[in-house]
């Protein structure tokens, strides 16, 4: 009874659940005042892409967190996820028409495919690491965002039609799915925030499921010391690959839920700022603290849109805000606070 007690209570587990807990409580707050105030347009829309952000920055942790692998390609997995689903829901509008039925597909397969770009790069990337691997990461979400830059896509009633650099479709009363650098136009918009909550919760227990099995415990030991991992007879490229391919299915369903948030989207917003973005967000709540990772993102994410009526000092006001953040707690006594408040799990225990 004392283990099953200790084993319910411990740090771990109280991290993981007060991650539920948090997430919960903000989506039934926010869902109050949804239902009995009248809030701002400017502050509901920033409700999916938030959820979006927050699920993409969770996914990196686990390849930087956990794995410590540096990855700078994210943005690339979003976008891939991203134009698939406005793709497979374009294809399936006709023939499917609950919203919530479509959306559903559309995360799936864009999550499958994402995980397949995943696959396939992490067989020579991962045989990289420190800059070199950043490096190549970087140049695959420069890649994915130049080719959906170059690619259109329709359908009518011949079928689907493709052209790749120069707009050669000729549709005949039919619709155009991707127009090229203008990318996704006239998109259904069925996300919501209801659906970006259920996606991080799904997160959630996929990256804690993964982290405390012998799998996450493979991944982590392999961080800490890859030959003492290889002389115990740890798989480290497969543990590393499942770590990666895992992180960018679910950066491709996050990107999935984004696309189908808009009626417009251009791949010029999955660029390598997005990447550091997303980075930061991590940075800033804690290599392998899931919990901070969530906070942060919800904060970087939300102050530059509150101070937009501030014009251009708002992007001043912000790093200002990153840097005095960053000089705190790299100080050594309100360190010691924050760490008491916000356990860096069992990453770096």
């Not at 997430?23 to 979006?52: A, D, G, H, K, M």
């Not at 259109?152 to 005949?172: A, C, P, R």
């Not at 982290?211 to 996450?216: A, C, L, R, V």
């Amino acid at each position: 009874m004392k283990k099953i007690l200790s084993s319910l209570f411990s740090k771990k587990k109280i991290n993981e659940t007060l991650c539920y807990v948090v997430v919960v409580l903000i989506y039934v707050v926010i869902e109050i005042l949804l239902n009995t105030i009248r809030v701002p347009r400017l502050f509901t829309s920033l409700l999916v892409p938030v959820c979006c952000y927050i699920v993409v920055a969770i996914a990196l942790n686990l390849v930087v967190g956990f794995s410590g692998e540096l990855s700078l390609g994210h943005a690339g997995f979003m976008a891939v996820g991203a134009f698939t689903s406005v793709v497979v829901s374009g294809l399936l509008a006709s023939s499917i028409t609950n919203g919530i039925i479509r959306l559903i597909i559309s995360i799936v397969i864009s999550g499958i495919v994402s995980g397949l770009f995943g696959l396939l790069i992490s067989v020579p990337v991962l045989k990289l690491s420190g800059d070199y691997l950043a490096i190549v990461t970087l140049a695959f979400g420069q890649i994915i965002k130049s080719l959906i830059n170059n690619m259109y896509l329709g359908f009518d009633d011949n079928g689907i039609q493709f052209s790749f650099v120069n707009n050669e479709l000729n549709l005949n009363g039919g619709k155009m799915l991707l127009s090229g650098p203008m990318g996704a136009t006239d998109t259904a918009k069925i996300s919501s925030f209801t659906a970006g909550v259920l996606m991080i919760l799904f997160t959630l227990f996929v990256v804690f499921s993964l982290i405390n099995s012998k799998y996450g415990r493979a991944i982590k030991a392999a961080r800490d010391n890859r030959i003492a991992s290889e002389s115990i007879g740890v798989d480290v490229s497969k543990t590393k690959t499942l770590a990666f391919v895992t992180s960018a299915v679910i950066a491709g369903m996050a990107g999935s839920l984004y696309a189908l948030n808009y009626s417009t989207l251009q791949p010029a917003k999955f660029d390598f700022n997005t990447s550091i973005l997303i980075l930061v967000y991590v940075v800033f709540g804690g290599l392998g603290n899931i919990l901070g990772t969530i906070i942060a993102t919800i904060l970087l994410y939300v102050l530059p849109e509150l101070l937009r009526s501030l014009a251009d000092y708002r992007m001043l006001i912000y790093s200002v805000v990153l840097i005095i953040v960053m000089l705190i707690t790299n100080n050594s006594k309100t360190k010691q606070i924050f760490e008491s408040l916000f356990k860096k799990g069992e990453s770096h225990e």
